[in-house]
């Protein structure tokens, strides 16, 4: 029987029993602090970037090309990371950085639109975070083989979903379901929904990183976990700057 599953693909419990005999063998295991520690770096040098992308996009230069290479960038980085996991100490900064360029150039073309749309989304995002810990830290919501299930299955739609409106987009130039762009009752229900599921993904990555510690995971499989949460913390960023921006439109 599973002992834990993650609707993010980086999280997963294969993930973490396929380093166990790695980090026993070496007497370096993952821990709780440690990854944190991780997450914090990452999420600095992430800053760092993004603040970078800013700074450009205020002095009037072209986000677009930071917007594809911090997309396609990370998400290459993410592709070799879930099959050299070890790399991770290596990769993970990187993709901090290339993630900083695409939520920097993001951030700083909603701001153009809506002044100071971005720090609300940031202290949402914080704010968000914190509830999920609590309501994970003092198991108000348990993660159970059910509650996986059901957000798995939800997220996998929504990436789908995401997937196939790119698709559309580029191939005949407009958006499927174009519903859930606008500033509408339906499209802000929509966004709601999306924001709720990315918080909910929380809980399913701190139970992941908990067991992963409990199954004495390899060290650097902090790094890789640090990755994993920031995936998801981004994209609760990025929902709920989606959300806002409709708020702001209504």
Do not use: H
């Amino acid at each position: 029987m599973s002992i834990f599953k993650s609707s993010n693909p980086t999280l997963q419990e294969k993930t973490y029993k396929d380093t166990i005999f790695e980090g026993m063998s070496t007497g370096e295991e993952m821990t709780v602090n440690g990854t944190l520690n991780k997450f914090g770096i990452l999420m600095g040098v992430m800053i760092l970037s993004t603040l970078y992308t800013w700074n450009l996009a205020n002095s009037g230069e072209n986000m677009m090309p930071y917007i594809l290479t911090g997309a396609f960038g990370g998400l290459g980085l993410a592709i070799v990371m879930a099959f050299k996991k070890q790399w991770s100490n290596y990769l993970a900064p990187a993709y901090a950085v290339l993630e900083g360029l695409f939520v920097g150039a993001i951030s700083a073309m909603y701001n153009n639109a809506y002044p100071g749309l971005p720090m609300q989304a940031v202290a949402l995002t914080l704010l968000v975070t914190l509830v999920m810990f609590l309501i994970y830290r003092y198991r108000i919501i348990k993660v159970t083989g059910r509650f996986r299930m059901v957000i798995t299955i939800a997220t996998c739609a929504i990436a789908l979903f995401y997937l196939v409106q790119l698709i559309s987009f580029t191939v005949s130039g407009s958006v499927l379901a174009s519903f859930t762009n606008a500033a509408t009752p339906l499209g802000i229900g929509f966004s709601v929904l999306v924001v709720g599921l990315a918080a909910f993904n929380l809980l399913l990555n701190f139970d992941t990183i908990e067991k992963g510690v409990e199954l004495k995971a390899a060290k650097y499989m902090e790094w890789y976990s640090a990755f994993g949460l920031l995936v998801t913390i981004v994209w609760l960023y990025l929902e709920l700057l989606r959300l806002l921006s409709k708020l702001q439109r209504d």
